[in-house]
Every structure is written in structure tokens, then in C-alpha cells.
């Protein structure tokens, strides 16, 4: 048993000043003010400094961690997350894999929650294939631009369906409801994202029934179709404001340069507290910044110039979400833990809760990680 004292709780729209945790085999047996917690005769005691203590992030799309790609090496992606506070994740496979390629990734990352080496990783995220070729989707080499084929999916569907959590696809691909229909009765609690699109509300909201309820990084790779001349169209970025019942991916770099601040903050206020999701997304690419972006260093190019997702850790996505809009430190703990959480159902974790998993971190004011604990047991005290 484990008891934390001298923390400040971060619940989910409030604050517990003076406060303890008890816990215990891997779950939240007791918390609230210190003094009306009795500490049980053997527990183990830290001080916890002064610090917040929140629920561990949860980190829904990131294709690497720690300089490694969850594809090369799930083991030291998920380590490195793990120290920055990322209790949970789902590496992303992108659509620029060809066949065999989503299948040996799949098998990597079932290979990895199968060792129980990867304790975060609660499943995967499949970026693709089917997007729309036009939006950050690799325009000339991508691999599945031509038409859907169940022969070409159904040995990839059949592999990952113990594991996919997410499917992000472009709903205006010919063929897609197949595709959705047949994916969903094989995952039935499957969630559907529109990912790299340019789809009309219509062709959006024809997927909500099956369970499309995430925006895949909201207003990064979406078109916009103006309906008439000097009329503001109506696309992907609207629809998915428009509706209550969808979430929004956000990826928050310190620049603004993904989603400005203005936008962010337009955002927040249209979706609320309980419908933002930070994201990292991040991935490894060593081309260099295109002109206009000197000093950029949280953010990846490709050699076109594009931008292709960040090298940030979800900590630091939402230290940047504090600075660009100004909302509190519980806010978005919400949208890091509590919100990734309710939308893959994993009612275990996202809050301080009786019951719930010990998955905790410690952190200062500024999102800055100070110590992790996963299932209860301490992981280590400090990043760098
Ligand atoms: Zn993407």
C-alpha cells in the first residue's frame, strides 16, 4: 500500500488543497483531505512535495516516443512515455504502410502489450488507410488511393481486431461504408474518426451512427468546399464543431503553429471542456525547417516543407494549451486523462476516483512531470 500525502488532488472540476492518496494493489483504495484520511499501519508513505496529483495522461494518437517509433521499438516508446506521465497510449499506424506493413506493425505492437513489457499501451490507433489522398496524405505515393477492396483490408481487420481502438478514415472515400460496416461488426465498440478529408457534413453524419465520434487533428490536413463564390464553405472543421457528440484531436505545439491560439481558443469554447483531446502525434522525421519556421524545434517537416506531426510529449502539449488559452491546470487534465478516457470507455482511468486505477502522476503548476506511478507502483522520480 502505498500513501502520497502533501499533494494537491486535481479532480476533475475542482481542486483537493492538503490532501492524500491511498494505494493499493493497483487501485485507488482512499483519497481526500489529509486529515480526515487515516494513513493504514504499514503503508508506505511519500511526500509528494507540495505537488499535484492528477490522473496519469492518456495519449490517443502518437506514432513515437523517445527518439524511437512505436513500429521499431514499442518497448522503448512506451518506456520514455511512461516517464513523461503518459500512463496510456495508442500508437498510431499510418496509411503510408502498405499492406504487409500494417500487418507486421500490428503484430509488433500485439507482440509488445502480449510481453507486458508495454504497460501503457492500451491498444492502437489506425491511421488509415483510407483517407483522402489530397489532405498531408501523400498525394503522389500513397499506397491506397485506389479503390476500396475488402480483400485488401479483411486480412488487416481480421489482425488488428483485438487491439484497434480507433479507426481514422476520410468519409468520403467510394466505398467507405462498406468498409465502416464491415470493420464495425467485427470491433463493435470500435471509434470511427474523420482523419485527412475534405468530407461534407452529409457524409459525416452518415457515419455517426456507427460510432464516428472523434476528429482526427482538428483543422490540420481538412479541406473546405465553398459552396458559392465568397461564401464561407461548409467541410470537415465545421461539422465537426457543429456536433455535440464528436470529439476533437488537438495537437497544441508552442508556436500555435498546428492550430493557432486564437483557434484554440474559438475551439475550447464551441466543444467545451468534456469534448477537446490533447494529442502529441508525434513522429521522428530529421528534415530540416522550411523557411518562415527558424527555431521551430517542438514541431516535424517532410522534405516537401509540410508539416508532419510533432516531437512533443503530451505534458508539454498541455503546458502549451495553458499558455495559448489561458485555462486552468484541472482543465486540461481533462482533456489529456478524463476525455480520451470516456471516449475509448476505459472508465477505470481519467479520474481521481474510489476504485479506479492507480495510474497517477505528480506535477508541478506548469505540467512538469516529477514522478509517474502506473498500476500503483512507482516508476521512476524524475525526467529530465
Ligand atoms: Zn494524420
Redesign the pocket.
Given at each position: 500500500m502505498l500513501a502520497i500525502k502533501n499533494i494537491t488532488l486535481v479532480m476533475k472540476d475542482h481542486l483537493v488543497p492538503d490532501a492524500m492518496l491511498l494505494l493499493d494493489q493497483g487501485i485507488i483504495r482512499d483519497y481526500g483531505e489529509l486529515r480526515g484520511t487515516p494513513v493504514p499501519a504499514g503503508a508506505q508513505i511519500v511526500d509528494g512535495g507540495g505537488l499535484f496529483a492528477g490522473p496519469g495522461l492518456i495519449d490517443i494518437h502518437t506514432h513515437a516516443g523517445g527518439g524511437a517509433i512505436f513500429t521499431d521499438d514499442p518497448g522503448r516508446a512506451s518506456r520514455n512515455l511512461l516517464a513523461h506521465g503518459v500512463t496510456g497510449v495508442l500508437p498510431a499506424l499510418y496509411f503510408s504502410l502498405d499492406k504487409a506493413g500494417y500487418l507486421a506493425a500490428i503484430d509488433k505492437i500485439n507482440n509488445a502489450v502480449a510481453s507486458g513489457n508495454c504497460p501503457n499501451i492500451l491498444g492502437c490507433y489506425m491511421?488509415g488507410p483510407y483517407l483522402n489522398p489530397k489532405f498531408?496524405a501523400d498525394r503522389q505515393n500513397n499506397p491506397w488511393q485506389g479503390p476500396i477492396q475488402r480483400e485488401d483490408y479483411l486480412d488487416i481487420l481480421e489482425r488488428v481486431a483485438r487491439t484497434a481502438r480507433v479507426w481514422a478514415l476520410a468519409p468520403e472515400r467510394e466505398g467507405i461504408g462498406e468498409f465502416v460496416r464491415t470493420v464495425k461488426a467485427a470491433i463493435p465498440d470500435i471509434v470511427f474518426s474523420v482523419?485527412?478529408s475534405e468530407a461534407s457534413p452529409e457524409q459525416i453524419e452518415s457515419l455517426i451512427p456507427y460510432g464516428l465520434h472523434l476528429a482526427?487533428?482538428h483543422t490540420n490536413?481538412t479541406g473546405d468546399l465553398p459552396k458559392y463564390p465568397e461564401v464561407r464553405g461548409v467541410c470537415v472543421d465545421e461539422t465537426v464543431n457543429y456536433h455535440d457528440d464528436i470529439y476533437a484531436e488537438l495537437i497544441c505545439d508552442s508556436r500555435g503553429i498546428h492550430v493557432a491560439p486564437y483557434m484554440l481558443r474559438l475551439i475550447e469554447k464551441i466543444k467545451g471542456k468534456d469534448k477537446l483531446i490533447l494529442i502529441s502525434?508525434a513522429y521522428i522525421s530529421d528534415a530540416p525547417a522550411p523557411p518562415g519556421y527558424d527555431g521551430v524545434t517542438d514541431i516535424n517537416f517532410d522534405y516537401a516543407g509540410e508539416i508532419a506531426g510533432s516531437k512533443l510529449t503530451l505534458e508539454v502539449a498541455c503546458r502549451n494549451m495553458m499558455v495559448h488559452t489561458g485555462c486552468s491546470l484541472a482543465d486540461v487534465f481533462r482533456y489529456a486523462s478524463a476525455n480520451p478516457a470516456r471516449l475509448l470507455g476505459l472508465s477505470q482511468f481519467g479520474e481521481i476516483g474510489l476504485g479506479r486505477a492507480a495510474d497517477i502522476i505528480l506535477v508541478d503548476s506548469w505540467m512538469n512531470v516529477r514522478q509517474v506511478i502506473k498500476n500503483g507502483r512507482i516508476i521512476q522520480s524524475e525526467t529530465e
Open positions: 491511421e498531408g482523419a485527412h482526427t487533428h490536413a502525434d
